[in-house]
Nanobody, 123 residues
């Protein structure tokens, strides 16, 4: 069992930055791939970025490439999402999720989810 807790969301002006954290419980966190997803009201949850168990590989949605960076510290059981050059269209609730195996973009394939953290980017 893994519990995930996101933090770091907030209100920021366009062009600004935020760093989200996803803290995990459990001693086996390094065996899970982690993805960040986001959702706005009325739309499906969408994949943003993912990182492999070791952190050696990362995957980004086209909409965030070059602006967002994911990293992880398995010793601290934490995954980070650095978001730079934020845009109003990045406004959403951001969720981290974990699954055994490889990174996927499908929400259905993730076993564990955090409660989400709101990111609001003003124009």
């Amino acid at each position: 069992q893994v519990q995930l807790v996101e933090s770091g969301g907030g209100l920021v002006q366009a062009g600004g930055s935020l760093r989200l954290s996803c803290a995990a419980s459990g001693r086996t966190f390094s065996t899970y791939a982690v993805g960040w997803f986001r959702q706005v009201p009325g739309k499906e949850r969408e994949f943003v970025v993912g990182i492999t168990r070791s952190g050696s590989s990362t995957y980004y949605a086209d909409s965030v490439k070059g602006r967002f960076t994911i990293s992880r510290d398995n010793a601290k059981n934490t995954v980070y999402l650095q978001m730079n050059s934020l845009r109003p269209e990045d406004t959403a609730v951001y969720y981290c999720a974990a699954r055994r195996g490889v990174v996927t973009v499908s929400t259905r394939e993730y076993e564990y989810w955090g409660q989400g953290t709101q990111v609001t980017v003003s124009s």
